[in-house]
């Protein structure tokens, strides 16, 4: 599913970039809205795959609701964003499984574009955050390829977490295509994902 780029690669491997310069400001926040879900999907064969293999990473959600986005949460998923991307090499399923598609978590330091997501999802939840407001989400990235990101749903719109890019940014200032993404209600529940109108003007939420 997942494309790499070779800057982001050295990136992650420490050569190019301080962890410092990895994101934006911890303490500003640009305008998101919230993503329009459309019909239900199929969820991804490797996401089911996974859920075989570790079960309890994929009960219902509690509760279906947004995280509250202040200045902590906003540093928290900072944190989480850019350690994981640093911290995680970048392989493909077929030289790390050998197989096409597998979701999995990174155990050995090494994954592809769902298994970062899955990651930063997993800490997340450890540290507190509503389980149903952290969707792993289906997108067509800039190359045209298949590509996995994590959706934050917050009471100030839809973030992403990604690692092909430092910074988080709104759902609709990504430049991909959506594909389709968990239900906040249930994670075994996938649904398709409008087309945003436009991208809001990116600026400083306090």
Not at 93 to 115: F, I, M, N, Y
Not at 132 to 143: K, Y
């Amino acid at each position: 599913m997942c494309r790499f780029n070779i800057l982001l690669t050295a990136f992650f491997l420490g050569l190019l970039a301080s962890p410092t310069a990895a994101g934006q400001r911890a303490n500003d926040f640009p305008v998101a809205t919230a993503a329009v879900i459309s019909t239900e999907a199929r969820p991804p064969m490797g996401y089911v795959g996974y859920c075989l293999r570790y079960p309890g990473e994929c009960n219902a959600h509690t509760a279906a609701r947004a995280i509250k986005l202040d200045q902590a949460t906003w540093a928290l998923l900072n944190n989480v964003n850019n350690e994981v991307n640093r911290r995680i090499q970048p392989v493909t399923d077929k030289d790390h499984w050998g197989v096409a598609e597998r979701w999995d978590l990174p155990s050995d330091g090494k994954g592809d574009c769902e298994d970062y997501a899955l990651l930063k999802r997993k800490i997340l939840i450890e540290k507190g955050l509503n389980a149903g407001a952290l969707l792993m989400t289906v997108v067509i990235d800039h190359e045209g390829a298949g590509h996995a990101v994590l959706t934050i749903v917050t009471d100030r719109g839809d973030y992403v977490l990604d690692n092909q890019e430092a910074a988080i940014l709104p759902w609709t200032q990504t430049g991909y295509r959506f594909v389709k993404r968990q239900s906040m209600q249930d994670p075994n529940v996938w649904a398709t994902i409008g087309t945003p109108a436009r991208s809001p003007v990116a600026t400083a939420a306090r």
